[in-house]
């Protein structure tokens, strides 16, 4: 039986990161994946999802070229299925380098399912990755649950038929007619993708505006670019049935409203959830609620050996914030002078088309306990003059009316992560509006906007 200081379940971003600080601050450590090294982001989210984005990007991009002198047809199909094995043979690549990272750190790895004995034992078996690998029993002093979320699908009559964004990344075909459901980062993001490489999209979603949580006049816009991207929405809107019929190859979407739809595939894009099945918790004695691990953002369980990081305590979910809980946690067991992150002025992004970036509070949010001075602004960015491309870049700030602090920055338009990823800077220092206005423009750019706003577009007195 091997002997752990630290023994990491699920090597995602989270349990990577939590692996390798560990190691390189001494700690003898192990790490169990039973089916994609690098977890989601890596084989099922961020990666593939960002490749596809680029891959839609660029067939407007070449619709765009003959009004910058380019003599280029319009594209007229799309190959999916090299596409897919172009962007496999990339993600092959990084399991690669994931797996050559963590053994270069002096980590022991082991492919297959893990479940916990006790609160110090666990038992590694087969699992998808590795059917033949043997039984094997670890102790560890610490063990770290960092197995991640897996998507849900509603629990409606024939739920079945429909697939979510883990199969998406495989079809062998490209829906030509898709219906998605829900309007969340997953769904907006697939509309844009699959809309950009030709597909009818029609995207179903309960609430009137998409991206419940957004700040409401970045949905409202988000709402208005969704359309102008060839996108059917149906707002207000929730799923009743499906039903095959077509031998698995199209499906009809029964909706509330009484309307069906008959549509190559479903894609469930309606949440995700804690993947804790088969971990053997409840032996052990781990709290849950709601069907994910209770621990706070230092990791701890009830249990004072056994941690849990990223989706799998079900807080920020997202890559990023699962990265900085596994190293604040890495530290905090075996280096305790460690980094600490800002999880309160989080950036987001949404990889939409046009693309959603935020950081800091919504005026919604802000309104809640500030007298605010909104600044907003609305413009067609040059990129889209010449090929007269329809779509207006929004940006807003949320700004303080007595300390002038930016509490939040919002933009829907090209580049907004990149914009927002550096303004994020600004936000978590607590910036004064008049600072970002001290910052000479840089000309001519989008991201010169967030520093030349001078009028307030509103005041806001707290709710
Ligand atoms: P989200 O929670 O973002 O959205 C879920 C969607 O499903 C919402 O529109 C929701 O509606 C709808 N929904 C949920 N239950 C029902 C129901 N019973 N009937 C009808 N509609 C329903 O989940 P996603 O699946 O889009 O993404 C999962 C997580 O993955 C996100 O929370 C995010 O943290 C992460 N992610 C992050 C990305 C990024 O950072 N760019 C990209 C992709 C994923 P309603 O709003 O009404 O609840």
Not at 144 to 170: K, M, N, Q, Y
Not at 382 to 411: F, N
Not at 413 to 432: F, R, S, W, Y
Request: hydrophobic fraction near 40%; charged fraction near 25%.
């Amino acid at each position: 039986m091997q002997d752990y200081d630290l023994f990491v379940i699920g090597a995602g971003s989270g349990g990577v990161r939590c692996a390798r600080i560990a190691a390189q601050n001494g700690a003898r450590v192990g790490i169990a994946e039973r089916r994609h090294w690098g977890g989601t982001c890596v084989n099922l989210g961020c990666v593939p999802k960002k490749l596809m984005v680029y891959a839609a990007e660029t067939g407007r991009m070449i619709e765009d070229a003959p009004a910058f002198g380019w003599d280029v047809q319009r594209p007229s199909s799309f190959d999916w299925y090299g596409f897919l094995a172009a962007k496999d043979r990339e993600i092959e690549r990084l399991n690669g380098i994931y797996v050559s990272m963590l053994e270069k750190a002096g980590i022991d790895l082991y492919t297959g399912d893990a479940r916990l004995l006790d609160a110090n034992t666990l038992e590694i078996g087969p699992s998808v990755l590795a059917p033949e690998a043997p039984v094997q029993r670890i102790r560890a002093k610490k063990i770290v649950l960092a197995t991640g979320s897996t998507p849900v699908r509603l629990d409606i009559p024939g739920a079945e038929l429909a697939i979510t964004s883990d199969e998406l990344f495989h079809l062998p075909e490209r829906p030509q007619k898709v219906a998605i459901i829900g309007s969340g980062y997953i769904g907006v993001e697939f509309a844009g993708i699959l809309a950009g490489m030709g597909s009818q999209v029609d995207l179903f979603y309960r609430q009137p505006l998409p991206l419940r949580g957004f700040d409401e006049e970045v949905r409202a816009h988000l709402k208005e670019l969704i359309d102008l991207h060839g996108i059917t929405q149906h707002p207000g809107t929730t799923p009743v049935r499906l039903e095959d019929i077509g031998g698995g190859k199209a499906v009809r979407l029964v909706m509330d409203d009484g309307e069906s739809y008959e549509v190559d595939a479903v894609i469930m894009a309606t949440g995700r959830r804690a993947a804790v099945d088969s971990l053997g918790l409840e032996a052990v004695g781990v709290t849950m609620e709601k069907g994910h691990v209770v621990a706070g953002i230092d990791g701890k369980t009830n249990i004072p050996s056994i941690y849990a990081i990223g989706d799998i305590r079900d807080q920020y979910n997202l890559t990023p914030t699962a990265i900085a809980e596994g190293h604040m946690l890495a530290e905090q067991l075996f280096n305790p002078q460690g980094r600490t992150w800002s999880f309160e002025t989080l950036p987001k992004a949404v990889f939409f088309s046009s693309p959603v970036g935020v950081v800091g509070l919504s005026e919604e949010e802000a309104a809640k306990d500030h007298d605010l001075v909104i600044y907003t602004s609305q413009f067609t960015p040059m990129r889209q003059t010449l090929p007269k491309r329809a779509g207006k870049v929004l940006m807003k700030l949320v700004v303080d009316r007595h300390s002038d602090v930016v509490l939040g920055a919002h933009m829907v338009g090209p580049d907004a992560p990149e914009i927002i990823q550096m303004l994020a800077i600004a936000v978590t220092a607590k910036l004064t509006k008049k600072q970002l206005d001290q910052t000479v423009a840089l000309h001519p750019s989008t991201a010169e906007e967030f520093v030349t706003m001078r009028s307030p577009t509103r005041m806001v007195d707290r709710h």
